[in-house]
């Protein structure tokens, strides 16, 4: 958001995402690229493990692995209705 003109935001191109990525020595096109879990969160977040297992994991066993997850995520029902 720009200091200078309240409700306006600066807009980056290009040729000035390319230019930092060339003097910071980063691959071209990382600019362009959003921050992952790791980035954001750093390494003991719950969600980064989680997306660094996935990511490890097989293609074939993602399925397996959001099913599981949903089960977690159901509430959980005790007797008589207590959670």
Do not use: C
Not at 57 to 63: L, T, V
């Amino acid at each position: 958001m720009r200091t200078d003109r309240p409700g306006k935001f600066f807009i980056m191109g290009d040729d000035q995402a390319r230019e930092i990525e060339q003097k910071l020595s980063l691959d071209t096109g990382w600019m362009d690229t959003p921050p992952s879990y790791l980035e954001l969160n750093g390494e003991e977040d719950p969600r980064t493990k989680v997306m660094l297992l996935m990511e490890a994991m097989p293609p074939d066993q993602w399925a397996t692995a959001v099913r599981l997850l949903d089960a977690l995520a159901q509430p959980a029902t005790g007797t008589h209705g207590k959670q």
